[in-house]
C-alpha cells in the first residue's frame, strides 16, 4: 500500500506540503499542487479516509440542503457550490427539503451522525431545534439567501424585500396601479420578504392596490394556473402588473397570459420576475426580474464554511448581504426605459 510518504518523495515536497494538498488544497501553491497530484496518480496512492475521519473527526464532505432542487435558481446555487467545494479538496451531497420541516430535519440528523465537514442550508424553513443541534455539535454552518436566526451562524443574503419593492416601484413608473404579487406560500422566508417589500412599496403610492396570489409552488405550471384564471376575469378585474415569486412562475405566467389568452406583455399586463435565471432574457418577451447572484451566493457559502472548519478557537461567524439589481427588459416596458 502506498504511503503518503511515497507520495511526499516522488513529488519533492514535505509530507506536511502532501497533507496540506489533500485537506486544505486552497493553501497548496498551484505548481507544487500539480506536482503532487501526478505524485499520487503515478502511484496510484489511495486515501484512507476512514482513518482521516476517525482521526479529525470530520468527513471530506460538505451538506448542501436546498428549498427546492427542481427550482433551477438552486441548482445552479448548487452547482456553484459544487465548484468551489471540489477547489477546497471537499465533496458535495445534495438534499432538497421541499418546504417540509420534518424532510429537512431528517436530512440534519443524517448528515450529523455522517459527521460533515460543514452545512449549508438554503431551505428557508430551518427549525430552532435543528440550528441548536448543529451549534452544539460545532458544525460549521452557513444559511445561503436567509439571515442567521443568531449570531453563532454566518450567512449569506440578498435583500429580498428591497428587490420586490424596487420591482413594484418600477411598475407604478410604468403606470400600473393595479399590481398582483404570485407566488408562495408566505411561510417561506423569502416569499414573505418579498411580499413585505411590494407592501412597503404599495403603501408609499397611495392609489395603488396590491392582490396577492399564492401559490404552492415556485414552478412554471403554478405560474401557467395563475395566468389562466387572472385571463378569465373580466378585463377590469385582472393587474395592470404582476410581480413573480421568481422567473419559472413568471415564464408560466408569460407562457399562459400571450400565448392561450392573447393578452399582450407588457402592454395589458406588465411583468416582473426574480432571480434572473439564464432564461429570463431570452423569454417570448425578454423578462424584467431582480437578479440575485447565485454563483456569488454558492462560492461565498463554501468559503464561509472552510473558514470555520479550520478556525482553531470559536467559529469566526459572518453575515454577507447582496444588494439586489433590478434588471429592465422589454416584459415590464410600458413607457420606455427609464431616462430614455
Do not use: W
Not at 190 to 216: N, S
Amino acid at each position: 500500500m502506498v504511503s503518503i510518504r511515497e507520495v511526499a518523495e516522488l513529488a519533492g515536497v514535505s509530507v506536511g506540503t502532501v497533507s496540506k494538498y489533500l485537506n486544505t488544497p486552497h493553501r497548496v501553491a498551484p505548481a507544487t499542487s500539480d506536482r503532487v497530484r501526478l505524485a499520487i496518480k503515478d502511484l496510484g496512492y489511495v486515501r484512507n479516509e476512514a482513518a482521516r475521519q476517525m482521526r479529525t473527526g470530520r468527513s471530506n464532505t460538505l451538506a448542501f440542503v436546498a428549498l427546492e432542487l427542481r427550482n433551477p435558481f438552486f441548482g445552479e446555487v448548487a452547482h456553484a457550490v459544487e465548484r468551489r467545494a471540489a477547489e477546497n479538496g471537499l465533496f458535495l451531497v445534495l438534499a432538497s427539503s421541499d418546504g417540509d420541516p420534518v424532510r429537512e430535519s431528517q436530512y440534519i440528523d443524517m448528515f450529523v451522525q455522517q459527521r460533515v465537514r460543514g452545512l449549508i442550508l438554503a431551505s428557508g424553513t430551518t427549525g430552532p431545534e435543528d440550528l441548536e443541534l448543529l451549534a452544539a455539535r460545532d458544525i460549521p454552518t452557513v444559511l445561503v439567501d436567509a439571515y442567521a436566526p443568531s449570531d453563532r451562524f454566518s450567512s449569506v443574503a440578498v435583500d429580498d424585500a428591497l428587490g420586490t419593492r424596487r420591482a413594484v416601484i418600477h411598475l407604478i413608473e410604468q403606470g400600473c396601479r393595479s399590481i398582483a404579487f404570485v407566488g408562495g406560500p408566505e411561510s417561506v422566508r423569502q416569499i414573505g420578504e418579498r411580499l413585505d417589500g411590494a407592501r412597503k412599496a404599495v403603501r408609499e403610492h397611495p392609489g395603488v392596490t396590491l392582490e396577492v396570489i399564492p401559490t404552492d409552488e415556485r414552478i412554471v405550471t403554478a405560474g401557467l394556473h395563475v395566468g389562466e384564471a387572472i385571463a378569465a376575469r373580466r378585463p377590469a378585474e385582472r393587474p395592470d402588473g404582476i410581480v413573480a415569486a421568481n422567473d419559472s412562475v413568471a415564464l408560466g405566467l408569460m407562457q399562459s397570459l400571450g400565448n392561450r389568452a392573447g393578452l399582450r406583455v407588457p402592454a395589458d399586463i406588465a411583468l416582473v420576475g426574480f432571480d434572473d435565471m439564464e432564461f429570463a432574457a431570452t423569454t417570448t418577451v425578454p423578462l424584467t426580474t431582480v437578479r440575485r447572484p447565485r454563483d456569488i451566493f454558492g462560492r461565498t457559502a463554501v468559503d464561509l464554511v472552510r473558514d470555520q472548519a479550520e478556525a482553531d478557537g470559536p467559529l469566526p461567524v459572518r453575515t454577507i448581504v447582496i444588494q439586489p439589481e433590478l434588471i429592465v427588459r422589454e416584459s415590464s416596458l410600458r413607457r420606455g426605459r427609464p431616462g430614455a
